[in-house]
């Protein structure tokens, strides 16, 4: 059964910071690995879709690697911004999932001004 | 385009209650599903359907039932609401999906409803 971890579970940076988040997943045979990010009491937000054929993604700020091998990911955040704070989780669809997402618990990431 | 909208966004339930869930998206998308998220659980999923009038089971699929009539919407019916069920529930819709990929675009979710049962 596929497991996604997530470390650090809670993260807490000054303003301006450069930060990685990791993700990792038990089973290398994915298709796809997605970054998310939720705000308190609200829904999920794709930020990066990553296929397995692919070696990273990246949007403004933010930049996606993923190592299919070792079963890694992580999500790069340049020059972190208060409105960065959030959860950031990580989901992967497995190659015999049929589909299904497999969701990690989540990164809760605080920038400080 | 409002994307995915549910409701409601807040409900308590007695044990042994039904209640319906309502999802809709106006994107034509083809792909819905419904996931559940609890603390140190992560989000897990439900029910989900690849098109109107197909449905299929998810993770943790006892004690809802859903349908597709409409490309729009993706209702989640609890059947007999039991405080097990106490979580929140999330909606979720994409464009491009493949039978053995998944998605191959965004998967774009609602605000959720958050749902209690005493």
């Known amino acids: 059964k596929q497991e996604v971890t997530q470390i650090p579970a809670a993260l807490s940076v000054p303003e301006g910071e450069n930060l990685v988040l990791n993700c990792s997943f038990t089973?290398?045979?994915?298709?796809?690995l997605q970054w998310f990010r939720q705000d308190p009491g609200k829904g999920l937000t794709s930020l990066l879709l990553?296929?397995?054929?692919?070696r990273e993604q990246t949007s403004g700020r933010l930049n996606a690697s993923l190592d299919k091998s070792s079963g890694r990911s992580t999500l790069y955040i340049a020059a972190s911004q208060p409105g960065d704070s959030a959860t950031y989780l990580c989901?992967?669809?497995?190659?015999?999932?049929?589909?299904?997402?497999?969701f990690g618990e989540g990164t809760q990431l605080t920038v400080n001004p | 385009n409002a994307g995915v909208t549910q409701t409601p966004k807040f409900q308590v339930l007695k044990t042994g209650q039904s209640m319906t869930l309502q999802c809709a998206q106006d994107?034509?998308?083809?792909?819905m599903s419904w996931y559940r998220q609890d603390p140190g659980m992560g989000l897990r999923l439900i029910h989900y359907?690849?098109?109107?009038?197909?449905?299929d089971q998810g993770e943790v699929p006892n004690g809802y039932n859903v349908s597709r009539s409409t490309t729009e919407d993706f209702p989640l019916r609890l059947l007999s609401a039991a405080p097990s069920q106490t979580s929140v529930y999330f909606c979720?819709?994409?464009?491009?999906?493949?039978?053995?990929?998944?998605?191959?675009?965004?998967?774009?979710f609602g605000p959720g409803t958050r749902l209690l049962v005493l």
């Open positions: 089973d290398s045979a994915i298709y796809n």
């Open positions: 994107m034509n998308h083809e792909y």
């Open positions: 990553i296929q397995s054929s692919q």
């Open positions: 359907s690849v098109g109107a009038g197909i449905t």
């Open positions: 989901a992967v669809v497995g190659e015999t999932s049929g589909s299904r997402l497999t």
């Open positions: 979720a819709s994409s464009h491009s999906w493949d039978s053995q990929q998944g998605y191959q675009e965004t998967q774009y």
